[in-house]
C-alpha cells in the first residue's frame, strides 16, 4: 500500500472529510486517554494514519465511522504501549465507547458548535480563562500567579463562566433540532 493516495482529487477529498469530523476524532482521544501530552501524540499519529490508509476508505462509507475506527486502533496501539499503567482501559470498554461515540455524533456536532458560539460571546478575560485552562492546560495556581489573584479567585471564575457557557449551550441547543 502506497503511503498516501496519489490522486489529487483523493487529498482534496480527504481534506474536506477531516476537517469536518476532526473535532469529534480529537473528543474520541481525549475521553480515551488522560494525559493531554498523550492526547496530542496519538491525534497526530492518528492523523498519519487517516492519511496513510484513506485509500482504503470506501466512498459509500460514512467518513466519521471509518476514522474513529482507525482512531480506536490508534488508542488501542498508544494503551498497548503503556501496558504497565493501571489506567489502562480493555479493549471491549474502548469498543463501547466507540459505539457510544458513533451513535451520539450528530448531538456532538450540534453542540460543538454551540459551545463555539457562546465561547464567542464570553468576556475578552473569560475567553483568556478557557484558553489558557482548557486549552493549554495550566493550572489554576499558574493563571492566578499570572493574573495576581487568589487560586480561589481563578476557580470561583472557572465556576461562573462554566454555569454561564452550560446556560448559553442550553438556550441554543433548545431552539435547534439534534
Known amino acids: 500500500m502506497d503511503d498516501k493516495p496519489s490522486d489529487p482529487d483523493d487529498y482534496e ?3 474536506r472529510l477531516f476537517a469536518r469530523d476532526q473535532l469529534r476524532v480529537l473528543a474520541y482521544i481525549r475521553s480515551l486517554i488522560y494525559q493531554p501530552c ?3 501524540d ?4 492518528t492523523c ?3 492519511w496513510r490508509s484513506f485509500s482504503t476508505f470506501r466512498r459509500d462509507q460514512d467518513f466519521a465511522a471509518w476514522a474513529l475506527g482507525v482512531t480506536r486502533h490508534q488508542v488501542l496501539k498508544h494503551w498497548r504501549t503503556r501496558d504497565r499503567d493501571r489506567h ?3 479493549e471491549a470498554l474502548i469498543d463501547e465507547l466507540s459505539a457510544t461515540a458513533l451513535k451520539l455524533g450528530p448531538e456532538i456536532n450540534v453542540r460543538q458548535e454551540a459551545i463555539d458560539q457562546c465561547v464567542q460571546l464570553l468576556s475578552e478575560r473569560q475567553r483568556e480563562l478557557v484558553q489558557l485552562f482548557y486549552g493549554e492546560n495550566h493550572s489554576a495556581a499558574t493563571i ?3 493574573w495576581q489573584r487568589s487560586v480561589h479567585a481563578v476557580y470561583k471564575s472557572l465556576k461562573v463562566m462554566r454555569r454561564s457557557l452550560a446556560d448559553c449551550v442550553e438556550s441554543k441547543l433548545q431552539n435547534e433540532p439534534v
Do not use: C, G, K
Open 38 to 40: 498523550a492526547v496530542d
Open 13 to 15: 477529498l480527504f481534506l
Open 88 to 90: 489502562v482501559f480493555s
Open 42 to 45: 496519538v491525534y497526530q499519529e
Open 48 to 50: 498519519l494514519e487517516l
Open 144 to 146: 492566578a500567579q499570572r
